[in-house]
């Protein structure tokens, strides 16, 4: 089918009149934003491992705070919210900008939150190859906030680790103290 008239044949199911003024360019520009906000799946993050430095030392860099938008793969409403990556560097340590790119990559995809904590903690691990790093993501969750159980505040807190984070109880609460 059409994609164009898929669209519209969604905007009929909820009892919009597809010939209105306000509509008619809907599904195009609603195609395009999908499609803008799912652009991870063309995009791969071994480039932006390119520069990276040599270790001063072996005390924990943390990034904290990086923005991302993402889409539940359940509902394909939005979650949103903050993302925070510690690592402990073992010979190399990476540009700081570099982060939101790389988070980049695999937020704009249908995600779930669990996942895309995961997915952002072993590239880091496997690609830069520090000594270990961990991942808290904490979002808001539209499919919770503007239907179902209608939750308007709550967040979802996740975290992944790996190397030496997963076991290091000192370091994973030095870090998770930073974030408070
Ligand atoms: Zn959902």
Known sequence: MDKIKLIQELLTEI?????????????????????????????VSTKFYQSTFKAENKEMVIVKDIDFYSLCEHHLLPFFGKIHIAYLPDKKVLGLSKFARIAEVFYRRLQMQERLNKQICEDIFDNLKPLGVMVVIEARHMCMSMRGVNKVNSKTMTIASCGVFEKDEKLRKEFLSILK
């Open 15 to 43: 009892g919009e009149n597809i010939d209105r003024e306000g509509l008619k360019k809907t599904p195009e520009r609603f195609l395009k934003a999908f499609k803008e906000v799912n652009q991870g799946y063309g995009l």
